[in-house]
């Protein structure tokens, strides 16, 4: 019985793959069709330990940041809902909210500041702590509670996302060196593995533009909100500030008399020798060296 045309045509690509060699384009024909796990959002097992843990971790970043663009919105509606808004209500209408708010406890003489704890290894550990310069009771108190849950989320994500781009960074160059060496790698596994592998891995490459773009959209989303809602709060800015430290002693009395008691304590400064003075004047020292004995002081500054 004679093959029909498909079979032929079959027939010839793999005569052609057997020629031409595994890592031919022509072998395209067996690439698995469709799209890929990753392009999916799924995990990939390649069945090699280095890359899979390489598809875990872009898998891992994957679910996490899904959570994560959720966040800058859910914590605009719980800020709005806290000052009495619609869910809907843009961030320039809470901001106003919270600083009438804030105003209201000025005028009950209690001022408050936001301090950020940022935790860039662990940024669940990220906190946002509220301070009052007296202690807050009623209503003032519950919403600054909600302030201070809100903008701590808003900082751990925010700080989540630096983390993570820091991640993708580093999955981006793994991704060429897992490519150069996919054909080696996977030699033994036959044609059809290695295109799956280097589809997956394409698509990656894909994925992580895609993510470090998102993760960047995230963070700034969070950073202006977290700003805003610090801005219109904040009614005690110099709380928690250290004081500057003095200027040195010479610059706060340049021009101490000297101690009249003797010694080396405060003895005045040398008075240069006066130009063609006679050689009972003795030359003046060197700057660095110190004069052996301090000379009497000037009657300029005797009362």
Same mark, same amino acid.
């Given at each position: 019985?004679?093959?029909?045309?498909?079979?032929?045509?079959?027939? $010839? /690509? @793999? %005569?052609?793959?057997?020629?031409?060699? !595994?890592? #031919? =384009?022509?072998?395209?024909?067996? *690439?698995?069709?469709?799209?890929?796990?990753?392009?999916?959002?799924?995990?990939?097992?390649?069945?090699?330990?280095?890359?899979?843990?390489?598809?875990?971790?872009?898998?891992?970043?994957?679910?996490?940041?899904?959570?994560?663009?959720?966040?800058?919105?859910?914590?605009? $509606? /719980? @800020? %709005?809902?806290?000052?009495?808004?619609? !869910?809907? #209500? =843009?961030?320039?209408?809470?901001? *106003?909210?919270?600083?009438?708010?804030?105003?209201?406890?000025?005028?009950?003489?209690?001022?408050?500041?936001?301090?950020?704890?940022?935790?860039?290894?662990?940024?669940?550990?990220?906190?946002?702590?509220?301070?009052?310069?007296?202690?807050?009771?009623?209503?003032?108190?519950?919403? @600054?509670?909600?302030?201070?849950?809100?903008?701590?989320?808003?900082?751990?994500?925010?700080?989540?996302?630096?983390?993570?781009?820091?991640?993708?960074?580093?999955?981006?160059?793994?991704?060429?060196?897992?490519?150069?060496?996919?054909?080696?790698?996977?030699?033994?596994?036959?044609?059809?593995?290695?295109?799956?592998?280097?589809?997956?891995?394409?698509?990656?490459?894909?994925?992580?533009?895609?993510?470090?773009?998102?993760?960047?959209?995230?963070?700034?989303?969070?950073?202006?909100?977290?700003?805003?809602?610090?801005?219109?709060?904040?009614?005690?800015?110099?709380?928690?500030?250290?004081?500057?430290?003095?200027?040195?002693?010479?610059?706060?009395?340049?021009?101490?008399?000297?101690?009249?008691?003797?010694?080396?304590?405060?003895?005045?400064?040398?008075?240069?020798?006066?130009?063609?003075?006679?050689?009972?004047?003795?030359?003046?020292?060197?700057?660095?060296?110190?004069?052996?004995?301090?000379?009497?002081?000037?009657?300029?500054?005797?009362?």
């Amino acid at each position: 019985m004679p093959l029909n045309r498909p079979t032929r045509m079959l027939g $010839a /690509a @793999l %005569a052609l793959c057997a020629l031409a060699g !595994a890592g #031919s =384009p022509a072998c395209s024909v067996f *690439e698995s069709k469709g799209p890929s796990s990753v392009a999916q959002g799924k995990y990939y097992a390649a069945g090699n330990a280095q890359y899979d843990q390489f598809f875990i971790t872009l898998f891992d970043l994957q679910v996490a940041l899904a959570d994560a663009t959720k966040v800058p919105e859910r914590e605009r $509606a /719980a @800020l %709005a809902q806290a000052v009495g808004l619609s !869910a809907q #209500s =843009p961030s320039n209408a809470i901001a *106003e909210h919270l600083k009438d708010e804030a105003q209201k406890l000025v005028r009950a003489g209690v001022r408050v500041r936001l301090e950020q704890s940022p935790v860039p290894d662990d940024p669940q550990k990220s906190a946002v702590s509220v301070h009052s310069t007296s202690p807050l009771q009623g209503p003032g108190k519950d919403l @600054l509670g909600k302030v201070e849950a809100s903008t701590t989320n808003l900082l751990r994500v925010l700080t989540q996302m630096v983390k993570n781009q820091e991640t993708l960074r580093k999955l981006e160059v793994n991704v060429l060196s897992l490519e150069a060496n996919l054909d080696s790698t996977f030699q033994s596994k036959g044609l059809f593995k290695r295109d799956e592998v280097r589809k997956n891995l394409t698509d990656a490459e894909r994925v992580i533009t895609l993510m470090k773009a998102r993760c960047e959209d995230v963070r700034n989303e969070s950073s202006r909100l977290l700003a805003s809602v610090e801005q219109s709060v904040t009614t005690d800015e110099s709380a928690g500030r250290a004081p500057p430290p003095p200027p040195p002693e010479e610059e706060i009395h340049p021009k101490a008399p000297p101690h009249r008691g003797g010694g080396n304590s405060g003895a005045a400064r040398p008075k240069a020798p006066k130009a063609g003075g006679g050689g009972d004047d003795a030359p003046a020292p060197p700057p660095a060296a110190p004069p052996a004995k301090a000379p009497p002081a000037s009657k300029d500054f005797e009362s």
